[in-house]
Each structure stands twice: as structure tokens, then as C-alpha cells.
């Protein structure tokens, strides 16, 4: 019981805030758990089609290929993969990360995996078009053309400066963890 309690230490202690200050303060407490309660629906209809899709990537796409493709040495060829992956995936940023938790048993280079990220994050397709309607071309293409390289040099950095060990203990833990 006490491990169970551990683990979900952070969770309770919230729930019991969340009583408390329901207890104060009935209307605060009513908007908290409706904005969670939003959330959670919102995250159930997400995250199962991105569980779904990377049980099909992990089973029909072999590790020789996802490094061929995108490990270490594939270059241009897996920054553009990755880049592409990235933008056009389509969900809230928090699906990206068991992507990348997969593409790390699939043996993606780090450097890949934080410029999916990045482009997950900033480049999307629909957030691309969403911007040229509302805030005309010539800005969206500006953006979109300044985040590419800036995504590219960050993962680039990030990749050379964070030491192999830690490198190896996220792919450790990310093996693990799926």
C-alpha cells in the first residue's frame, strides 16, 4: 500500500488541495474540477489513437530501418524526416513524447528526436495554415522560416552538449518504459 501511495503522492496531495479549497471556496472548487474534468476528456480522445499508431509503428517498422532512416548517421536525410514527422503529426505537444519514447527504442538520434519535437511543437501544418489566414503569408512563411533553422541549431547544441551518459540513461529509462 505504501508504494502505491508513493507513487501517486503528488496526485492525492493535489486532490486533497483541491477539497479543501472546495470546502472554502465552493465556486473555485466547482471551476477547478470542470477545467480538469475538460482536460481529461480531452486527453482520452487523444491519447489512445497515439498509443494506437505507435503499437503499429513499433510492430510493423524495424529498428534497422527507424536508424537507417534516422539514427546517427542518416544526416539531412533524418533531420528532414524528422522535421517532416514532426509537423505533420496532429495532437497537443504532450503526444509527442511517447513518440520520441519509441523512436528511442527504434534507435533515433537524439538530435532527431528534439527536432520532431520542435517541430511538433512550432510547425505544424494546421497551426501553419491557421496562420495565414489570420495573420496573413508573409508572416507564417517568416515564422516558419526562422523556427526551421532555429529548431535544427538548438537540437544540434542540445546533442552535443548533454554528456553520452545521460544520453544513454534516457534511452535506458526510455526502453523501460514501454
Known sequence: MIPILKRYRAFLISLLAVLILT????????????????????MLQVIPPIFLLLGLLDVWV??????????????????????????AAAGPLY??????????????????????IGAWSTTKIPLILFEVTSLGPKFALTRFLINIPGIILIATILSK???QDEINEIYKKAQESI
Open 62 to 87: 524495424p529498428k534497422e530501418t527507424m536508424t537507417k532512416f534516422m539514427g546517427e548517421g542518416s544526416g539531412l536525410k533524418g533531420i528532414l524526416l524528422a522535421m517532416f514527422i514532426g509537423s
Open 23 to 42: 470546502f472554502i471556496n465552493k465556486s473555485l472548487g466547482k471551476e477547478i474540477i470542470g477545467i480538469t474534468s475538460f482536460s481529461l476528456k480531452e
Open 95 to 116: 503526444g509527442a513524447f511517447p513518440v520520441a519514447a519509441v523512436f528511442m527504442k527504434k534507435g533515433v538520434s537524439l538530435k532527431n528526436i528534439l527536432i520532431f
Open 161 to 163: 552538449i548533454v554528456p
